[in-house]
């Protein structure tokens, strides 16, 4: 690579080019171009190829829906999972209550501790220390990593006992589960889990200490919102700024735009739309704390006041932080199901088969997952919408981002591309599960 020259130096045009962004999952780019002292142009393209699961899913059985679709991803598989059963349920008139309810919660708990360990300790963290990625920081700070991959085993044992397997896991049915733990299964994971909550609380303090840089956006957040619960699996869709919807609502109240530099489709709320406003917002961590940081459990709650992290806050860097305390309820939520389990008659609620329409909405790690299916009355699949959080977030990175560089453009290219990056991974982007690439072109006329 070349080293430019600044703006006004001779130099017309400036362009860097990286081949592979380490930390992010997929293949995407961002091009950025300024003119002058001004950011012309923001483009963060997702140029991987569809992979066509609601296409896949057409003419298929209902219950195939939680198998397939678990397959989207190797992080959050749960999350499509439960999206999918829930809206599968939702069409066939299916209500899970009792320890199947809270077994569910449990499933949840066990993804967000290991996709948030793996995301605190070894794909954003290197950014805030200056590490290029987290083997070097293992070098200088060994203690600190093996504590993110502690927790990230915790979560990884909850999958293993209810998923049935860590990854893609194949114990998740329409109605319930195809086997449910015995007390004494269950009663295993307390102890494992009892270490994970330390090292939660302990990586909240230790994220807290982490440099932030100063910047802050005014956010439409939205996420999902439970009568007495921090939301995982139900809930109504709300947002910062009144939106307060059943998920039902979904498909009415936004909307999906496809851009040409993307392959992942933009997603906007209709009415700021209708009234002239982009109808960008943001979902994840972030948007969740915002919103239901009144419902977190005590310890958690704790941790968030120790860390100073108060609900309001707008800085995207700090996402992380809200991921350390979402770590700390996971974990304490975790202990409070299996203490308190009794296991379930049976491991399944049964369905009869009709016509109908399903909506299924979660709290993947990233955000909110929304699923949509057409049933025929033979139960099998006549129509599927899926809608991931990357794609939901995506035009807001895009406006992070062209704030971001106004304010930064004197620095030096190698400098400004961190930032942009480190931006990017604050949203801990699935753009799928595959190759980790970015290629980055910055355009300085």
């Not at 109908?356 to 709290?363: D, Y």
């Not at 959080?389 to 004197?410: G, V």
Request: aromatic content about 8%.
């Amino acid at each position: 690579m070349t080293e430019p020259t600044a703006p006004g130096e001779g130099q017309a045009t400036r362009v860097i080019e990286v081949d592979y962004l380490a930390r992010v999952e997929g293949e995407g780019a961002l091009y950025v171009r300024t003119e002058g002292d001004r950011v012309a142009q923001v483009d963060f393209k997702i140029f991987e190829p569809p992979r066509f699961f609601e296409a896949f899913l057409r003419g298929r059985r209902h219950d195939e829906a939680p198998d397939i679709t678990a397959r989207i991803c190797g992080i959050c598989p749960v999350a499509y999972q439960m999206s999918s059963v829930h809206a599968m349920e939702d069409a066939l008139g299916i209500t899970i209550d009792g320890p199947l309810r809270e077994l569910r919660r449990l499933l949840y708990c066990g993804e967000w501790i290991e996709s948030h360990a793996l995301h605190v300790y070894m794909l954003h963290a290197p950014d805030f220390l200056g590490f290029q990625d987290a083997v070097q920081m293992a070098q200088a700070h060994p203690g600190v990593l093996e504590r993110g991959l502690g927790l990230k085993k915790a979560g990884n044992l909850i999958g293993q006992l209810l998923g049935g397997r860590e990854v893609h896991p194949i114990n998740v049915r329409v109605g319930g589960f195809y086997r449910v733990p015995t007390r004494k299964e269950l009663a295993s994971l307390h102890d494992p889990l009892s270490r994970a909550l330390d090292a939660a609380r302990e990586t909240v303090r230790w994220v807290r200490g982490l440099p932030f840089p100063e910047f802050e956006r005014d956010y439409e957040f939205v996420a999902l919102r439970h009568p007495h619960e921090y939301p995982f699996c139900e809930g109504r869709l709300v947002s910062s700024r009144g939106l307060d919807i059943a998920v039902s609502e979904y498909p009415t109240q936004f909307a999906e735009q496809h851009v040409a530099r993307s392959n992942a489709l933009h997603s906007r709320l209709a009415a700021r739309v209708a009234a002239g406003e982009p109808g960008h917002y943001l979902v994840g961590p972030l948007a969740r704390y915002n919103l239901n940081a009144d419902r977190l459990g005590p310890i958690a709650a704790e941790a968030a006041h120790d860390a100073g992290l108060a609900p309001g806050c707008r800085n995207p860097f700090k996402s992380i932080l809200a991921r350390a305390v979402e770590l700390v309820f996971a974990c304490e939520e975790a202990l409070r199901v299996i203490d308190a389990y009794t296991p379930p008659p049976l491991p399944h609620v049964a369905g009869e088969l009709r016509a109908g329409v399903g909506h299924g909405c979660t709290e993947a790690p990233r955000g909110i997952l929304y699923h949509r299916y057409e049933l025929n009355a033979d139960g099998t699949i006549a129509d599927a919408v899926i809608v991931p959080p990357t794609s939901q977030n995506q035009a807001t990175i895009e406006d992070d981002l062209r704030a971001l560089l106004a304010t930064r453009l004197a620095l030096p290219d190698a400098e400004l591309q961190w930032q942009c990056e480190q931006a990017i991974r604050n949203y801990d982007p699935c753009i799928s599960c595959a190759t980790h690439f970015l290629k980055l072109e910055v355009d300085r006329r």
